[in-house]
C-alpha cells in the first residue's frame, strides 16, 4: 500500500511538471554579422537538452526555437547559451504553458521554476479573460538587463491559446 502511495505521488509530480513548459522561443540575438557567426550559435543551441528544432538567421538577427515536449529548459539557461556564444539576448517571442497566479494585483504565470510576470501593456481584453489554473499563452517578454541573467521575467500576452 505504501509503494502505491508513493507511485500515485510520483506521477503526480512528473505531471506538473509537464503541465508546466516552453513551448517555442523566438530569441532576438545581437552581435551576430557573419554566417560562421550564426552557425556557431546554432550549434551551440543543438547541443541543449530539450529542444526539436533550432535555426538560427543571421538576417532576421534570431534563433527559433522549437521545444520537445516535457522539456524542463528554461528561458535564462537559453539566454544563457546565447551569451556562452559570445551574444547579446535580451527580447524574445514565447509560447508557453503553466500556472497563471495573481499575487496581490498582479497575475504571474510559474514555468519550470522561473516566473513570468504580466505587464501592465497587455491589454485589458486578455486580462478580463485570466482566471488561476492552467493557462497556454504567447507573449513578448523583454529583458531590459542583460548583465544579469535570473529567473524572473515580464511578459506582455498577446493571446491566449
Not at 507573449?139 to 511578459?155: A, P
Amino acid at each position: 500500500m505504501k509503494r502505491l502511495g508513493i507511485i500515485a505521488l510520483l506521477t503526480i509530480f512528473s505531471l506538473s511538471g509537464a503541465m508546466a513548459q516552453l513551448i517555442k522561443v523566438d530569441q532576438e540575438v545581437f552581435g551576430m554579422d557573419c554566417a560562421p557567426c550564426a552557425y556557431g550559435l546554432e550549434r551551440g543551441l543543438k547541443k541543449m537538452d530539450g529542444l526539436e528544432k533550432v535555426q538560427v538567421s543571421l538576417n532576421d538577427g534570431k534563433a527559433y526555437l522549437k521545444l520537445a515536449a516535457d522539456n524542463e529548459l528554461t528561458l535564462q539557461k537559453i539566454q544563457q547559451e546565447v551569451k556562452n556564444n559570445g551574444f547579446s539576448a535580451r527580447n524574445a517571442k514565447v509560447t508557453l504553458k503553466g500556472e497563471l497566479l495573481k499575487e496581490g494585483n498582479e497575475w504571474r504565470i510559474k514555468v519550470n521554476g522561473e516566473t513570468f510576470k504580466v505587464s501592465d501593456d497587455t491589454s485589458g481584453d486578455i486580462l478580463t479573460k485570466f482566471k488561476p489554473g492552467k493557462i497556454r499563452v504567447k507573449g513578448w517578454v523583454r529583458d531590459e538587463e542583460d548583465g544579469s541573467l535570473d529567473n524572473f521575467w515580464k511578459i506582455k500576452i498577446n493571446e491566449i491559446l
